[in-house]
């Protein structure tokens, strides 16, 4: 029996082995250039970022240097920079404006592509509200739209923060950072998880797409709105950072963690009889300012996000078992996109929390 | 005594020699059929059509030994059978769910049994099988790219007769006969696997050794049921009643005794059953009001219906009684209520006219629910819970006529217009569907043909993967989903140049238009609600030719199939473009050969090669932040290793004395053992050089299957 079983755990073995297939892949081998030409209304530029793509299997090359031309409504625009640096433009633009971009260098194909420029959207409320669910407290803002968006029609969201927290010193420290809006607050809320909630991808306003650096900027169609409104949560980044600040306290008995510590500059000298302590690392107070920047998409830039984060996430799409959509571009004779996006006017959102003291986070 | 040995004997040697001359006139019969075959092929304006007989259909290898009618039709040119081994039909740069299966004239959406390893038609019953790849005639219509029109077999009007077959993993029984001799017939399949049979003792042989702590269950099961009773009140004068029923059903269980620390007992649990199948009856009235006028009314009911539910849960026993648990089901239907009604008139020897109308009304459901419980922090249960759901009703009326015309100097015409309305909800789209076929008998042995035909689908399978799963549903065209259309150009010459010789040259030219693909990410199953989001509308189109010659004379038959062709697909929010379709087989080539070489002894082979599937690699790269990112030119842009495979096999046949058979049918599937690509992958050498990764999974399957006809 046991001879048996070694006999079939060797067909196995050999079976499993016999599976793998490796092939030559026929490709063209030939190097393009990688173009991200962004459009942005809101900050008036053109910027043209080429990149020389190297094939798969072969080394990349020092960057070369690129020319471009730029087109609005058919005529000539002049463009700064160049050469291995991004090409600039500083334009107003308006919506319906057909933009054209070529790029070329020495020994590589002509990259072309095209875009047209979005309406700037127009955000005509903000409001807020504290909502309580289970044991979470979150704060929930609704943002309203002059226009209800449409079928077809393409949107994003970005939110800066801007943390100040105060110490006990008096000196002030400011953070920046971004966070995503928050689909919902319980698991009740989110039902059945649908990722297309969630599409996410880096994006420097008005400048690059799809960096490394957390910019996260979030896809919007108009299934995530109701009628012109766009509601979300402003939750889980407070929660961290509460988190952290707790973390880092001082581990002597302060009694700030019991409450009743009266607010105010102590100098150093806490009521109540504790030991002294660095008032340095005593965060008395802490202002969040969130920067709401709603964005048009225009379909080219909505796909190539789109195919970004399909690219970076979607496995079952990567082996080969759902239709492959990670692939978009609109260059044509090379790779990446042509897209134009236009900010509204931010909105901004205060909220200040004392962090000793009753009712007190801390 | 002697006297009656004598008689045995003579009788005996009576029916031996019957059996002789039953033969030598089946034998006549069959080059009767195929020269009429081919006679009927080149006189008619038909492009695209191959027809096949129960005989062909069951011939040749029976892939765990059972003999499927997909897989035949995926050996023929202009076809393409995506997954190996699987039920995929993609028809002159399809879908795969662009293709109308009519089972007795009554349409089926769901073909296959566990997840596409066979079809849900069972040669045993049926008598012969339509397979259009263009020029379709007005009569058809509701998909785009084919038309497989299944017919069974009306029961033995005389005899009592019928076989019991045992394959690799299933088991066949067939009994038909009359009711009424002369008058009333039935004719019985039936179909199952017994695979669960095996695997039920061994699991709880298993279990029983686990003891309490752990049990363990599954098993998987499919079976069909055919049934057809025909009734003639004359001739010419014929009733059908038809029904089929096909079911699988899959289910896994674990279930795990465990205790903690303190001697608390728990479990953790998991359990998986799926069940999906079809449905479909019919009742039919065929009569010949005269020589000239002749009609089919037909009422009919069908329905595809699947549901899966699976439930886990895991008992965290480091925090004593608390439970995960997770619940999910879904449950999918369409149902259909049909009437239709053909009409064949012949008013002279210039014209023949068929005409009719017909009427669906579809119900589409699809719902899910979901239940998840976990401990939360303070020690309570968070429970989410969801469900949503999606029907529709939809009605499809649609009218036709075609007429097929002699005219001089050997040209026919076939003209013909196809006209159907599809409403839901509020939405109501009308498509007419222009069809001309037009042929010119050049001389005895050569004709000429070309055809147009226009072509629309009211109904889209929402799947996320290319696979044929139990959780894919249908749904119809609504507002924001517009019905699929295709226009098809396809022309060719026929050539017989000897009774037993025919060459075919067919080419084609096929658009089609609102094509949908999934693009969603990271799930096996679509979001329901506003389930057309999670698709993008897109166009496609197909060209390229075929070549088939093939030489039978009864006992030798020879077949080279090739097919040279284009299939792209421009959907732009996948890609600014045109690019290659993942089914876009430049080349496929087909050898199939039979030889009935000694009394009882067939042998057969299938060679099978095309060039391979496609698959989406990255074939550039650029350096973001010191990070290499990758990018892909195209979808679709490499191609995975050729494919080719042997299939070989051979028949052996006893007939008994008592007029009894035994066939044996041994067939050896991938008799080389070539392990052909499934998926890959994009590896990097040492030198840092790529190269692709593809794997096989399907080895050499031998099978033997034996049949015992009474």
């Known amino acids: ?362 | 005594m002697k006297k009656e040995f004598l008689l045995s004997a003579a009788l005996l040697l009576l029916c031996s020699l019957a059996s002789g001359q039953i033969k030598t006139l089946q034998d006549s019969l069959d080059a009767a059929r195929i020269t009429a075959v081919r006679e009927k092929m080149k006189n008619t304006t038909q492009t695209g059509l191959m027809r096949l007989d129960a005989k062909e259909l069951k011939s040749g290898v029976a892939v765990f030994g059972t003999p499927d009618v997909i897989k035949k039709l995926q050996l023929l040119p202009g076809v393409a059978a995506g997954n190996e081994l699987m039920s995929g039909l993609y028809v002159h740069g399809g879908d795969g769910n662009d293709n109308l299966f009519l089972l007795d004239g009554i349409p089926l959406y769901n073909i296959s049994h566990f997840g596409g390893l066979f079809s849900s038609f069972n040669t045993d019953v049926i008598d012969n099988l339509d397979f259009y790849k263009s020029g379709f005639p007005a009569r058809y219509g509701s998909r785009l790219s084919s038309v497989v029109d299944v017919e069974t077999r009306e029961g033995d009007m005389q005899r009592y007769h019928g076989s019991f077959s045992l394959g690799l993993i299933d088991g066949r029984l067939q009994f038909e006969g009359p009711i009424v001799k002369g008058k009333t017939s039935f004719n019985l399949g039936l179909r199952r696997s017994w695979m669960d049979l095996v695997t039920t003792p061994a699991i709880w042989y298993a279990n029983r050794r686990n003891g309490d702590d752990q049990t363990v269950g599954g098993g998987y099961s499919m079976s069909d049921i055919n049934a057809r009773l025909t009734h003639r009140f004359a001739p010419g004068n014929t009733l059908n009643v038809c029904f089929y029923t096909g079911s699988d059903y899959l289910r896994a269980s674990q279930e795990e005794k465990q205790y903690d620390q303190e001697g608390h007992r728990g479990e953790n649990l998991m359990k998986i059953g799926v069940k999906w199948g079809s449905l479909t009856s019919s009742v039919s009235h065929q009569y010949e009001l005269s020589k000239k006028l002749r009609m089919k009314n037909v009422l009919y009911y069908s329905q595809s219906t699947s549901n899966t539910a699976y439930e886990f849960r895991f008992w965290s026993w480091n925090e004593g009684e608390q439970i995960t648990s997770m619940e999910d089901a879904n449950k999918a239907y369409v149902r259909e209520v049909g009437l239709k009604s053909d009409w064949e008139w012949t008013p002279n020897a210039y014209h023949r006219v068929r005409y009719g109308l017909s009427a669906q009304y579809h119900w589409y459901h699809s719902g899910r629910s979901f239940i998840s419980s976990s401990p939360g922090a303070d020690g309570t249960a968070s429970t989410l819970e969801d469900s949503e759901s999606m029907g529709y009703r939809s009605l499809e009326p649609a009218i036709y006529a075609e007429d097929e015309i002699f005219l001089r100097y050997n040209f026919t015409v076939n003209l013909g217009l196809r006209y159907a309305l599809f409403k839901t909800g509020s939405k109501l789209y009308h498509s007419p569907e222009p069809r001309v076929a037009f042929k010119w008998l050049i001389n005895n042995s050569l004709s000429a043909k070309l055809s147009y035909t226009r072509m629309s689908q009211f109904a889209h399978l929402v799947a996320a993967m290319y696979m044929d799963l139990p959780s894919n549903s249908w749904m119809p065209s609504t507002d924001s989903a517009r019905p699929m259309t295709s226009d098809q150009v396809a022309g060719g010459l026929y050539f017989t140049p000897h009774k037993y010789w025919k060459i075919n040259l067919e080419g084609w030219y096929k658009t089609m238009n609102h094509l949908l693909v999934y693009n969603g990410s990271n799930t096996f199953t679509p979001p329901l609600t506003e389930w057309e989001k999670s698709f993008t509308e897109g166009k496609g189109k197909s060209y390229g030719m075929e070549l088939e010659a093939t030489f039978d004379n009864g006992k030798l038959s020879l077949s080279a199939y090739y097919t040279l062709s284009w299939t792209l697909r421009n959907f732009e929010a996948i890609y600014g473009g045109w690019f290659p379709d993942r089914n876009d087989n430049r080349h496929k080539i087909n050898l199939v050969a039979s030889w009935h070489f000694a009394k009882n002894w067939n042998v057969f082979a299938n060679w099978n090669y095309h060039s391979g599937n496609h698959i989406t690699f990255p074939t550039h790269f650029i350096e973001v932040d010191g990070k290499k990112r990758y990018l892909y030119d195209a979808p679709y842009n490499t191609s995975l290793p050729d494919y080719h495979r042997l299939d070989v096999g051979l028949d052996w046949c006893k007939t008994f004395r008592n007029g009894h058979s035994l066939d044996v049918n041994l067939s050896v599937y991938n008799a080389y053992n070539h392990l052909n690509a499934s998926m890959a992958f994009l590896e990097t050498r040492e030198d840092g050089s790529f190269y692709g990764m593809a794997y096989g999974l399907i080895p050499i399957i031998p099978t033997i299957t034996v049949t015992y006809k009474f």
């Open chain 1, 1 to 362: 029996m046991k001879r048996f079983l070694h006999i079939i755990s060797l067909g196995c073995l050999l079976a499993m082995s016999a599976c793998e297939i490796p092939f030559e892949i026929e490709q063209e081998g030939q190097p393009k250039i990688y173009v991200q030409a962004i459009a942005d209304q809101g900050v008036g530029v053109i910027s043209i970022k080429p990149r020389y793509a190297t094939p798969i299997g072969q080394e990349p090359l020092e960057d070369v240097d690129y020319e471009a031309t730029l087109e609005i409504n058919g005529e000539n625009v002049p463009l700064t920079g160049g050469g291995p640096n991004p090409f600039l433009c500083r334009h107003t633009l308006s919506e319906g404006d057909e933009i054209s971009v070529k790029v070329w260098a020495d020994g590589l194909p002509a990259a072309e592509g095209r875009t047209t420029m979005v309406p700037t959207p127009v955000i005509t409320d903000m409001t807020w509200e504290e909502v309580q669910a289970d044991t979470i407290l979150a704060t929930r803002v609704h943002l309203t739209l002059q226009h209800a968006p449409q079928e077809g029609e393409h949107y994003a969201i970005q939110i800066m923060v801007r943390t100040s927290i105060t110490y006990l010193d008096g000196n002030t420290v400011e953070y920046l950072s971004y966070t995503v809006p928050g689909y919902a607050l319980t698991a009740a809320e989110s039902g059945v998880l649908n990722l297309e909630d969630f599409l996410q991808v880096n994006y420097s306003h008005g400048s690059s797409l799809g960096g490394e650096e957390y910019q996260p900027l979030t896809l919007l169609e108009m299934k995530h709105f109701k009628g012109n409104e766009y509601s979300f949560y402003l939750n889980s980044y407070d929660q961290y950072l509460l988190e952290a600040l707790r973390e880092n306290m001082p581990e002597e008995d302060t009694g700030i963690a019991g409450g009743g510590i009266a607010s105010g500059n102590t100098g150093g000298q806490l009521p109540g009889g504790g030991v002294p302590i660095d008032p340095s690392r005593i965060p008395i107070g802490m202002k969040t300012t969130y920067f709401f920047y709603m964005y048009r998409l225009s379909s080219e830039f909505y796909y190539y996000a789109k195919a970004l984060y399909q690219s970076n996430f979607d496995f079952l799409s990567n082996m080969g078992l759902t239709p492959a959509n990670f692939t978009y571009s609109n260059v044509r004779g090379g790779l990446g996109f042509v897209g134009a996006a236009s900010c509204a006017a931010p909105q901004e959102l205060v909220i200040e929390e004392p962090l000793i003291g009753e009712n007190a986070y801390l």
